[in-house]
């Protein structure tokens, strides 16, 4: 379970993509997504995560060129 918290400019859209590939270089591929409105919290349960993973964060609207503040927050592990 990951958790993003968006705290600012008030009513930015931003768009969290977590994606995923093995270690031979192949391409990225989408593990999951989800759009978040700030002020929020949101969470995104991903799993079968490959080798190597990033996060993409995209400011979707909202923000008349502020700056978009993004914190991805410790992950919880969830037995399976």
């Known amino acids: ?9 008030q009513c930015a859209e931003v768009l969290v993509a977590v994606e995923h590939r093995d270690g031979t270089g192949s391409p ?3 593990a999951g997504s989800l759009t978040a409105l700030a002020p929020a919290l949101a969470e ?3 799993s079968a995560l490959k080798d190597e993973a990033r996060l993409r964060f995209d400011v979707v609207r909202g923000t008349d060129g502020a700056l978009v503040e993004v914190r991805a927050l410790p992950p919880r592990w969830i037995p399976s």
């Not at 379970?1 to 400019?9: D, I, N």
């Open 1 to 9: 379970m990951l958790a993003f918290e968006v705290t600012g400019p």
């Open 28 to 30: 990225w591929s989408c």
């Open 44 to 46: 995104l349960m991903v």
